[in-house]
């Protein structure tokens, strides 16, 4: 089984549905890469091969194995300060001028779409508890999501092995908010309960989720197709206050998808604001 081959029209299958469950597209030439990532879902499942999974894809149950599917083929690659840059400019301008602005209601909401394993949204908390006591007495929400379940319960633990927290995590705030047990770090119970986490399928609908002060979606349109980008950003344009900013990853861009966005020229690094009404 592990040498099965994949006929053009089953991997066109696969690619299809993947771009239906999640988006995801499947370039040509991955043959790799479903062969690494499926042959443990065939064995654990105890299908004879791609065929029958294919077959169960195409049947109207089998929840459980879909799920595991759309898991195995995402790519959840995370630190904590990923890219650093985007962080110091959180740090520097962009908390401390919304903090001025929304002095008045002093409420700041914001969320972490495609959060993996946890990293981003930590790292968000922990900047905002070491820079920015006063937060503390204001209504904060720091929403984080994904598609992935598995990586949800990561998120939920807290957990991190030594090498995730040597990926990003300066040591006096690995000391401070983490706690150590055996080989792993296990994350403050305070910066824990500072994040809400919940299930959200970028490509599919969306619930009501009202409006947003910074929206980080970073490292995950990489893998869409423009249209899905296009129709991504739009919604987002539509939830983000007209001060609040967008964040995207260091290869992302808004430019030629959605022209509601201008680069932030004074941070770049990946920031984005609404432009104004015309
Ligand atoms: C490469 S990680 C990026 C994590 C983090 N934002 C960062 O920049 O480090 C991409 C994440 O996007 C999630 N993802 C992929 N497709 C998704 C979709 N259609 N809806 C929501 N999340 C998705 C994956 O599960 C994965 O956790």
């Known amino acids: 089984m592990a040498d099965w081959l994949i006929s053009a029209a089953d991997y066109a299958f696969l690619a299809q549905w993947l771009r239906d469950q999640c988006a995801l597209v499947l370039e040509p030439g991955k043959e790799y890469l479903l062969r690494n990532r499926l042959t443990p879902i065939i064995q654990r499942h ?9 077959e169960r894809l195409r049947s109207l149950g089998a929840a459980e194995l879909k799920r595991e599917i759309v898991e195995a083929m995402v790519t959840t690659e995370t630190s904590f300060f990923r890219d650093v840059r985007p962080f110091e ?32 949204p930590y790292s968000l908390a922990m900047l905002l508890r070491e820079y920015f006591p006063e937060l503390d007495n204001w209504n904060v929400t720091l929403l984080a999501t994904d598609i992935s379940e598995e990586m949800l319960k990561r998120c939920r633990a807290g957990r991190y092995s030594q090498l995730e927290v040597n990926r990003g995590l300066p040591t006096p705030l690995l ?37 947003w002060d910074i929206v980080l979606i970073r ?43 201008r680069v932030v020229e004074a941070l770049k690094a990946g920031f984005y604001q609404l432009k104004p009404p015309a």
């Open 46 to 54: 105890q299908l004879a091969d791609l065929k029958q999974l294919i």
């Open 89 to 120: 400019m959180l740090r520097k301008a962009v908390i401390p001028d919304l903090i001025e602005r929304r002095r008045g209601d002093r409420r700041l909401r914001i969320w972490c779409a495609a959060s993996s394993s946890g990293q981003e």
């Open 175 to 211: 000391l401070k908010w983490f706690r150590q047990d055996g080989g792993h770090w296990e994350i403050n119970e305070q910066l824990r309960a500072a994040v809400t986490f919940s299930p959200l399928n970028l490509a599919g609908p969306w619930p009501p989720m009202g409006m």
């Open 219 to 261: 490292n995950v349109m990489i893998y869409f197709e423009p249209e899905v980008k296009r129709a991504i950003l739009g919604r987002i344009a539509r939830m983000l206050a007209k001060d609040g900013f967008l964040i995207l990853g260091g290869t992302e861009t808004t430019l030629n998808l959605d022209d509601s966005f």
